[in-house]
């Protein structure tokens, strides 16, 4: 269950990674919503989605649940909430409405009745976090929080705040001081925020957007210079602002944020914890802080034609340019071949001029340690730091003098099911160095560099490594300013044009995948070893393979990842190419012999046969030794390739000659997988999960 659990975590990371991207976290630059934020929230998410872009993704997964693991989640919540009390149930229905909704990005809106092209925000009033975003249905997305009332027996008090109604569910004991969980709807905006004990009529206002702040996010301008700066368009715009953060601790009546935290700490009788330093010591950790003072993130471009096109950008802004002037000059050469234009399964490149290495720590060390402090705590830390010495770093760098960057490519890779080893690999490993002779003469004097010589005239030799692997080979040498080590034709064509690539610094890291090739590789790993496979996801590696499968391939995306140093701090920048038309479309009707492989991935076991018909009705049987002991009717309805089944007839026998008993209808549903030959099902209820394979009868 932890493992489902993990992947789960990893795959809604996945998908929150994907709503980024398409900006549908927020409001930016939009004044109705920004009018309403204060001028110092801590943070703000904000942005408006384009109609073509969220056509796009409407049918693409949001989370890779099933029936049956949504309810070995939920069955693990509710055993680990002993009190049971209403406000934990409260959460667990709502918890439990997403998961059994949220299948894709098209089933979630149109549950909770949304509208994600008009403006939507999420941002920090002092301590209190408020969201905002637009409704299509107001009636559904009430029904979504009645329910989850009716089934915790968590009923909502209604009161009026300026002239509007809302609906508040107190999330603290009754004998403990008020905590509500405030939900509103005007105008076609729904907003969420809380209240609590402290607050007065003129903070609930300002929470629910009645009345404005003293001074906006809109007023600031904050907003605009982040655009103007950074290039950030209206889809999506995002600052978490460290330094306010730290002065809310250490200053707190210098923002909403610090005004709220004292008031509470007070109303508890305790000090803040910065009471306990002196005034020289917040004051040179503020400084510190002041000179990280913002992550913004935003995106800068976007198109929707056939292929949807992302591009976006977050900056850890530093404001000191000799820190920014020794981190640059760390900046090395990523090899080209890294980048997804090169047609890779996936590429993985760093940057790191080797040369600058210790001057540059040695930079940043004398900045940290040399600088006069009157702060206690930093003293002591600085102390501390004193028993380094970047300078031992020379002796690691000068046997590796001259390197600037390495990259790793990955273009093909065939696999063998009685093998271990692939059958047949294309791929490229780079070292970009102006002087190749010390990376050389470290791999002489490895036990596997005695038994290889690279030539150094710019010819290529055949490296054979069949002590690792019976018959592998790979070619070797240097071309041009790179040191090479690849095998296969895509390699090779990569190669030559390394040939002619200079060295110029160009970042620190990149990284490019291309999810549907790696699905493809995913469902070429052999059944003998992807029946053992341990991915956290399924108890079954086969389903578990064609689950990872599944959830790259919808995706139809390739992702170009790269972190740099740029004048303003530390960059990353993420371009997105999507085509969701690549997914095939999966037409169940038909007759069937159904395989179970849930444990044998390759043929699997016969489990009865099925007719799926066109006018929506199906039926089941199970045979054995000539004998139906199984069979079910049912009605089925499909969006996209999630097949869902309504059982309206189940019963079974244990012998041919007993009666036939009448089962509990339980729904259930399966994602179709293109096959060779008819389609795969990765099916799940509430009891089990299995991967059948529907193969045509004639």
Known sequence: MQKWIGAGVLVAVAGAGLAWQQGWLGGAGSEPLTAYVPADTVLYIGGQADANQLEHIRKLPLMAN??????????????????????????????????SNANTYGDM???????????????????????????KDEATFWQVLDKASAESGLQPREVTVGSTPTKLWRLSPEDDKALELAVNVRDGVATITAFHFLDQDADQQQRLALTKPAQSLADSGELEQLQKTYKFDESMLALVHFQRLAQGFLQPESNGFGQDLSALFKAQDERLPAEEMDAACRTEVLDMIGQMPRLVAGNTNSSSGKVLKMHSRSVLEINNAEVVGALS?????????????????????????????????????????????????????????????????????????????????????????????????????????????????????????????????????????????????????IQGNHLVAFSGDKAQQAVDKLKDESLEANGLMR?????????????????????????????????????????????????????????????????LQMDTTAVKAVNPVGRYTLMDQTYDCAVGEAQGTEEIRADKTGTYTFTHEGCDLYRTEYTWSQEGNLFSITPSKIESRDICDAEWKQEELISSQCILLPAEEGFRCIYSDEERENLFHYVPRS
Request: aromatic share 6%; hydrophobic share 40%.
């Open 109 to 135: 809106v149109e549950h909770y009745g949304l509208d994600l092209t008009k403006p939507q925000a999420i941002y920090m009033d002092g301590m209190v976090p408020v969201i905002r975003f637009g409704l």
């Open 329 to 477: 000059s760390l900046r090395g050469h990523v090899p080209g071949h890294t980048g997804h234009s090169d047609g890779q399964i996936i590429g993985v490149g760093a940057g790191l001029d080797i040369d600058n290495l210790v001057p540059a720590a040695t930079t940043l060390f004398n900045k940290m340690t040399a600088t006069e402090s009157s702060c206690r705590q930093i003293r002591r830390m600085q102390r501390d730091m004193n028993g380094a010495n970047p300078a031992m770093m020379a002796m690691f760098t000068g046997m590796v003098q001259g390197a600037k960057g390495l990259g790793f490519s990955l273009y093909d890779l065939k696999l063998d099911g009685n093998s271990p080893m692939p059958t047949s690999y294309d791929f490229l490993f780079s070292i970009a160095t102006s002087n190749p002779q010390p990376l050389l003469g470290m791999l002489a004097m490895s036990p596997m560099g005695r038994q290889i010589q690279i030539p150094t005239d710019g010819s290529l030799t055949d490296v054979d490594l069949s002590f690792i692997a019976p018959g592998m080979s790979i070619k070797a040498g």
């Open 511 to 575: 990284v490019s995948a291309d999810y549907g090739r790696f699905a493809d590789l995913i469902d070429a790993i052999p059944p003998m070893f992807a029946s053992e496979m341990n991915t956290g996801m399924s108890e079954s590696g086969c389903v578990a393979q064609a689950q990872l499968s599944h959830m790259l391939r919808t995706q139809g995306a390739s992702v170009d990842y790269t972190l740099d140093i740029i004048d303003q701090g530390v960059s990353t920048d993420i371009s």
């Open 66 to 99: 099933s029936q049956f693991q949504a309810k070995q989640l939920l069955t693990e919540l509710e055993r680990s909430n002993r009190r049971q009390t209403p406000q934990s149930q409260f959460a667990i229905a709502l918890f439990a409405d997403f998961i």
